[in-house]
Nanobody
Framework: QVQLVESGGGLVQPGGSLRLSCAAS????????MGWYRQAPGKERELVAT???????NYADSVKGRFTISRDNAKNTVYLQMNGLKPEDAAVYYC???????????????????WGQGTLVTVSS
């Protein structure tokens, strides 16, 4: 079954850095846009950054200049390098991708909004 698995979250001090990874696994034909979203306690899920299949990027204003999204198409993986972390960056970070692959019963299928399980980022001194 096609799925996204995030890793790299953890506890970091303000001003520190973390690198999140999200790998797509399963029988995959193609991945179009990929992105990172986050959800803090009591808040709605919000866009952090996206990257198209061609490498064009888009960032939330709150993370511009501090976060960098990138992808390795050979590894079906998207990364989020987070520098200069602030307490307000603390959240569960979710990976999202537009994926085409083989589903659990052997059919070609597109998942336009496939989500990972999330990885927790805590920013605290």
């Amino acid at each position: 079954q096609v799925q996204l698995v995030e890793s790299g979250g953890g506890l970091v001090q303000p001003g520190g850095s973390l690198r999140l990874s999200c790998a797509a696994s399963g029988s995959i034909f193609s991945i179009n846009a990929m992105g990172w979203y986050r959800q803090a306690p009591g808040k709605e899920r919000e866009l952090v950054a996206t990257i198209t299949g061609g490498g064009s990027t888009n960032y939330a204003d709150s993370v511009k200049g501090r976060f960098t999204i990138s992808r390795d198409n050979a590894k079906n993986t998207v990364y989020l390098q987070m520098n200069g972390l602030k307490p307000e960056d603390a959240a569960v970070y979710y990976c999202n991708a537009d994926v085409t692959g083989i589903d659990g019963i052997g059919y070609r299928r597109r998942w336009p909004e496939l989500w990972g399980q999330g990885t927790l980022v805590t920013v605290s001194s």
